[in-house]
């Protein structure tokens, strides 16, 4: 009993409760989710802008209630953050609880746009930087995947620009350990359009759900649209369980043959017959981007 106590509290220390409104200069609100709410804030101590985002107490915990309900501990958002060091990825610096008891996160401020927008857009940062940008993205996802994370909720508005347009990563709301308890079936979680078709028929999942955003996510840079055509939620889960993505080569003819082949293969219905990881997806993409546009990075 004293050992388990003792293992508990190490691994989740007990934290001084904190008056955001006190520490911070929350300037005003900068993004929403689901289950969050993002504020600019400024220390006055340094006078830094930082991004702190603040979590639904209710929310986060019926999500939490699912893992407890079958005996799995999954790690906080914040415990996820912290362990997220590169420069795809938006840096955490810290996390604690509020006065409200609602988890916080410290986070950089990114100055930008989100992916979302330049896929609607389509300008020209989007025409010359798509294939740098699949690139980065895919960088940020292995070195999730490095860690043995799933982060469960690739998509364009969890993807960030910054002022120089390159990608940052970010939500880890939705994070399990990359482990058989958490690749269990039953756990359908993410933005509907994104998911995968087995974790739709609710099957065994694992870091092969990135792999698909990641190939939705390219697909729509190119194309402004999904392979899929539906308008409601059931009426695309049933086509994404029976049918192939539609080519895309069908909407973007003149694309390059190899990296319409490697988002394609992303896209398999069957995890087997996608990519084994992101890395792969990823130097295929490099040698097409310096093939293309002569770029070495």
């Keep these: 009993m004293f050992a388990f106590l003792k293992e508990l509290f190490q691994r989740k220390p007990k934290v001084e409760k904190v008056d955001l409104r006190s520490r911070y200069e929350l300037i005003g609100r900068i993004g929403q989710g689901s289950m969050s709410k993002v504020f600019r804030a400024k220390d006055p101590r340094t006078n830094r802008m930082y991004a702190v985002k603040v ?9 939490e209630s699912r893992f407890l309900a079958k005996g799995l501990d999954r790690p906080s958002e914040g415990e996820v953050a912290l362990q997220l060091d590169h420069p795809r990825i938006v840096k955490t610096y810290e996390y604690g609880w509020t006065i409200d008891n609602e988890m916080f996160l410290v986070m950089e401020f990114v100055e930008g746009v989100s992916l979302s927008f330049l896929i609607d857009t389509q300008n020209e940062h989007m025409h010359n930087g798509r294939l ?20 469960r909720d690739i998509c364009p508005r ?3 620009l910054d002022e120089d347009y390159h990608i940052k990563l970010i939500d880890f709301g939705l994070v399990v350990p990359n482990t058989p308890p958490f690749q269990q079936p039953g756990n359908r979680t993410g933005t509907a359009s994104y998911m995968a078709p087995e974790l739709m028929k609710r099957q065994k999942t694992d870091q092969r759900l990135d792999i698909f955003s990641y190939a939705m996510t390219c697909f729509e840079m190119f194309t402004s649209r999904l392979p899929w055509d539906a308008t409601e ?4 889960m049933q086509q994404r369980i029976n049918t192939p993505a539609a080519d895309i080569r069908e909407f973007l003819p003149e694309i390059d043959d190899d990296v319409a082949d490697t988002i394609m293969r992303g896209l398999e219905s069957d995890p087997s017959s996608r990519w084994a990881s992101s890395g792969q997806m990823v130097a295929r993409f490099r040698d097409a981007r310096q093939r293309l546009e002569g770029a070495v990075d």
């Design 55 to 63: 979590l639904d107490q209710v929310k986060t915990q019926k999500l």
């Design 132 to 151: 740098r940008f699949m690139v980065e993205l895919g960088e940020a996802i292995e070195f999730f995947h490095s860690k043995n994370l799933i982060h």
């Design 158 to 160: 969890n993807i960030l």
């Design 233 to 236: 939620t059931l009426d695309l």
